[in-house]
């Protein structure tokens, strides 16, 4: 870390460099560029993965905070935080040609601040439509319906990206570009389409039935949960983290309430780990079977799309009789959890195990070996390392490609440095690769569940905690490992009740982020397949 | 030959009915009244067998799938697709904008013509045979490529992507697929002699087409099956509709009874694609024969002919559904390949072998002429 600093201070000497928790290095807007490339280039260790880009509105400033991890080493972060005082042109440099996964962000925070960024080739909104006035997340936008009224016209969607380039002299000039060409063949995947799992809007371009181009176009269902959050108490926002990726559900909550724990100080009861461990598996491997069985019904096998529904519907019941929800379970409190799990959770737990194993036999033996299955997934959709990591897929598809990321590995919380389990990584990088690692995780989850349910100590399941909840003025910073890879909860605190500012790194919005690039020259058919196997959740992107 | 008892034909039926018209009216207005009545019987036993199929592929695709099926309408739902039937008479068809409209509209008649007009030509018993013509096997390859037609206009007159797609994808399968088809049916027709369904039927008496042929007849068979299947445009081959890519394929546009017809017809279809193969392969409706076992084949007597038939049949679609509901979507390369790298040139080289069979006298009957002769 020491030599980072110096490395930074060689490029931008007026960089603010605090090593509080994690590295944090203040710079000015324009230095902003060459500071990450040092950081991306660094020879003894490459910050080359970006986990999550947040734009912020610091009232007299606009800016973007960017936080950087390393590959090899997710234990390894920096923050990079940047800051304009030009409320009514604020403009940054993109980082989009360092990190993939940088472009669908910067186009949100486009669409959410205002902040335009250069060089980056394409700047529409994301997540809003081109017509919409204002800049919602800043903190002086005005909320008035009549601003931004409800329409039942619909409006063409317009291929023209607007840009900023700098020339080489390194003046800015504004361009625009078609998105499509002239003689394009588009057709929409989505917003209503049975395989796209939600409103998920695939704009694509086909040459018979081979794909030429994406456009991803989403925000269907944008709720702007952020900034919901801003008007909210800590222990209110808990239940928004549930509707993001709703498979996942209990994971998020995980998330956010270890990230106001972490911020308040409050230290959970060993009962109430062991409940969270084991409702966090149970939750991974139902999300796990339903992106099995809709990666096969996409595939066109809807046999086993019910198979997987019915193992799920298992886990379901568990959920179920310990708090009365199925899907959305709101077990996870600050301090704790909510409910105790009931007599005989872990008899019935214990039944779920061997049943498990048999089914993932049977699926083995019934779809894993087909011979059409395999025509669909071996050597389709490869995403190599380097582009997984530059996008920022995590989860099985990113363990698919080669790259160790687990978070429970890296950065253990709850009870995950206690038990024993195997990080599944297949350097195949396929669509086949992914169906496995899902498979085997399901496997993994198991042996994790049977190292601790019969251990769950006793005592309470949650810790006193106050009814208004204060966190310190401060960053916060919380990420899981949900079925969909890495989630996770920044919070900003200004001391309030109120956080000042929450995003969620979202790992479905990576996934979506590389598809256009994964599935470019594969077939129609292989799309829906690829889409399938990168297992994505429309309300976590949209959010 | 002997003449065994057979209390369950309708050949008595039939003649009563024949007598009845020739005796009443002059001859001319009886073959009218007749052809008439031929005509409703077959579309009325179209509709029923299309409701059956309908209500079993949900039952059996049910019980694969480890769920109930339809059991609300009727003693374990029977009715049900009775209900479904008079929901989509009942129906509104949707008006498509900038849709062509004649074509639009004439697209699902070319479908449900080309597998009535398949469907009249099945012998479905001794005597339940509305015509029998000498070269019946290339009359039933004929009509049943005409649906195609309909399809490609389905989905080029709808004015919407995905059928467009579809339809071309529809094209590209069942002008492949037939190729393997008629070549199979070829062979049979090499190994029997004859393009006549009643004289292939007859051919078979002691010995299936499918053993007398042995291997490249079972060959034969396999591929029927597997082009058949294609050719139904049903799983694992359904890619014309692919519901998880396009939506519906070819017939995204359609609603109500004009949806109906295609739905009927890919159920009859794959009816006929089964009734070719029993008639072709496994002795129509002739029931199983011993050569000197008199008695047990007089037992076999006493189930009609017709029960033989819709037996055969509906164990080969049995085997349908099954392949639908346990294999994925082939995607378009990947079936292209099949057809033409290898179902093809097997089927070339099978049809050759099946000419020297014949020719060279190995087949079951000429080999065992006491067991299996004629």
Redesign the interface.
């Known amino acids: 870390m020491l030599e980072i600093t110096q490395i930074i201070q060689q490029i931008a000497p007026d960089a603010q460099i605090e090593t509080k928790q994690r590295l944090t290095i203040t710079v000015r807007p324009d230095q902003l560029h060459p500071v990450i490339e040092a950081l991306y280039r660094n020879e003894t260790l490459r910050f080359d993965y970006l986990i999550s880009l947040t734009g912020m509105d610091w009232g007299d400033r606009l800016g973007a905070i960017y936080q950087l991890s390393a590959s090899v080493d997710l234990t390894q972060e920096v923050i990079v935080i940047t800051s304009t005082a030009d409320r009514d042109n604020p403009l940054l440099y993109s980082v989009t040609d360092l990190y993939g996964t940088a472009h669908l962000n910067e186009r949100e925070i486009y669409a959410l601040f205002g902040i335009r960024f250069i060089n980056n080739p394409d700047m529409r909104r994301f997540l809003l439509n081109d017509q919409w006035k204002g800049f919602p997340f800043r903190k002086d936008y005005v909320h008035d319906p009549k601003l931004n009224p409800e329409t039942v016209i619909s409006s063409e969607i317009i291929d023209i990206a607007p840009r900023i380039m700098e020339k080489e002299g390194g003046e800015l000039a504004e361009e625009n570009v078609a998105v499509f060409g002239e003689e394009d063949y588009i057709v929409n995947i989505g917003p209503q389409h049975p395989s796209t799992h939600g409103v998920m809007h695939f704009r694509t371009s086909l040459d018979g039935e081979i794909v030429k181009k994406i456009d991803v176009h989403s925000g269907y269902i944008h709720r702007g949960i952020e900034k919901l959050c801003e008007n909210m108490t800590y222990p209110q926002m808990l239940h928004l983290t549930d509707r993001l990726d709703y498979l996942s559900a209990n994971i998020n909550r995980h998330a956010l309430c270890m990230c106001i724990e972490k911020g308040a100080e409050i230290e959970v009861p060993e009962r109430a780990q062991y409940i969270r461990t084991i409702m966090d598996e149970l939750q991974r491997i139902s999300s796990h079977l339903l992106a099995w069985a809709t990666h096969c019904n996409d595939l066109g096998a809807t046999t086993a799309f019910i198979y997987g529904m019915r193992e799920r519907e298992h886990i379901l019941d568990i959920f179920d009789k310990t708090c009365g929800g199925r899907l959305i379970i709101n077990q996870n409190v600050v301090g704790g959890v909510m409910f105790d799990i009931y007599s005989d959770f872990q008899k019935d737990v214990k039944a779920f195990i061997p049943y498990m194993r048999k089914k993932l036999k049977e699926y083995d033996d019934f779809f894993s070996h087909n011979a059409i299955a395999l025509g669909r997934m071996v050597r389709i959709g490869l995403l190599s390392r380097e582009d997984a990591i530059s996008y920022g897929v995590t989860g099985p598809a990113g363990r698919a490609s080669g790259w160790s990321c687990d978070v429970r590995r890296y950065k253990p919380y709850a009870l995950y440095d206690q038990v024993e389990f195997k990080e599944i990584v297949r350097t195949e990088g396929d669509s086949y690769a992914r169906y496995l690692n899902r498979l085997d995780e399901i496997e993994e989850s198991l042996h994790i569940i049977e190292q601790l349910i019969d251990n769950i100590p006793s005592g309470e399941v949650c810790a006193k905690v106050k009814p208004i909840i204060r966190i310190p003025a401060g960053q916060f910073f919380q990420s899981v490992e949900t079925g969909k890879g890495e989630f996770g909860v920044f919070i900003e605190s200004s001391g309030d009740k109120n956080p000042y500012r929450v995003k969620f790194r979202s790992p479905s919005l990576a996934a979506v982020s590389v598809i256009p690039l994964i599935s470019k020259g594969a077939f129609l058919s292989d799309l829906i397949g690829i889409t399938g196997s990168m297992d994505f959740v429309i309300p976590d992107i949209d959010r | 030959m002997l003449i065994y008892s057979q209390p369950l034909e309708l050949t008595k039926l039939l003649a009563a009915i024949d007598n009845f018209l020739q005796g009443n009216l002059s001859p001319g207005w009886a073959i009218l009244v007749k052809g008439i009545l031929v005509g409703i019987l077959l579309l009325a036993t179209y509709a029923l067998i299309a409701l059956a199929l309908i209500y079993i592929e949900r039952k059996v695709?049910a019980f694969?799938?480890?769920?109930l099926g339809p059991n609300r309408l009727g003693k374990y739902g029977v009715i049900q697709s009775l209900a479904d039937m008079i929901k989509i008479l009942i129906k509104e068809v949707i008006h498509i904008n900038k849709a062509d409209k004649l074509l639009f509209y004439a697209a699902p008649f070319f479908v449900i013509v080309a597998s009535v007009l398949a469907f009249g030509a099945l012998p479905f018993g001794i005597n339940l045979h509305a015509i029998d013509f000498n070269i019946g096997v290339f009359y039933l390859l004929a009509v049943s490529s005409l649906g195609i037609i309909g399809i490609l206009l389905a989905g080029w007159s709808s004015n919407n992507?995905?059928s467009m797609?579809g339809a071309m994808?529809s094209g590209a399968q069942f002008i492949s697929y037939e190729l393997s088809a008629g070549f199979s049916l070829m062979t049979i027709v090499v190994l029997s002699g004859s393009m006549q369904f009643s004289e292939i039927i007859e051919g078979q008496r002691y010995c299936w087409n499918l053993f007398n042929g042995h291997l490249p007849a079972m060959i034969a068979f396999v591929i029927y099956l597997i082009s058949g299947h294609a050719e139904t445009n049903r799983?694992?081959f359904?890619?014309p509709e692919?519901?998880?890519?396009l939506?519906a394929g070819y017939h995204t546009e359609y609603s109500g009874l004009q949806f109906g017809f295609f739905y009927l017809s890919e159920y009859l279809n794959m009816f006929i694609i089964a009734a070719v193969a029993t008639t072709v392969f496994l002795g129509g409706w002739m029931p199983i024969q011993i050569k000197g076992l008199e008695a047990f084949n007089q037992a076999m007597w006493y189930i009609p002919s017709w029960a033989w038939f819709f037996g055969k049949a509906g164990l080969l679609m049995f085997l349908s559904l099954w392949v639908r509901?346990?294999?994925?979507?082939?995607?378009?390369?990947?079936l292209l390949n099949l057809e033409w790298k290898y179902l093809l040139p097997i089927n070339l080289v099978n049809l050759l072998v099946m000419v020297l069979v014949v020719l060279s006298g190995f087949t079951l009957t000429d080999l065992f002429p006491v067991l299996f002769g004629k």
Request: glycine fraction near 4%; hydrophobic fraction near 40%.
């Open positions: 695709a694969f799938q480890a769920r992507k995905y797609i994808r799983g694992p359904d890619l692919a519901e998880s890519e939506t509901w346990s294999f994925p979507r082939l995607r378009i390369d990947l």
